[in-house]
């Protein structure tokens, strides 16, 4: 099992430790249980680690590496598809 299905079964199993709560209770601001918060900070750094980036990066670092992904991973896709013309309906 990889790292990220570790701590997504350690978020559910936090979860589970409180089956009377709501999802509004849990997640609540002020109101998360501490085995859920730590549960989702160590999910945070695993999923920031896949991404190469720092436990501490910001949200601007994080965009800018996503959209760098993004950009790498679609860049030519659409080089050889068809040009579609719309054409007007006549009146």
Known sequence: ??????????LLDARGQFPSSSLA????PSS???PLLRAHQANDKAVLQV???KPKATDEEILSRLFTLYSEMTSGLLED???RVKRQKRA
């Open 32 to 34: 998360m249980p501490e």
């Open 1 to 10: 099992m990889g790292q990220l299905e570790v701590h997504g079964q350690a």
């Open 51 to 53: 991404f190469g980036l």
């Open 81 to 83: 598809a068809p040009v």
């Open 25 to 28: 209770d849990l997640y609540g």
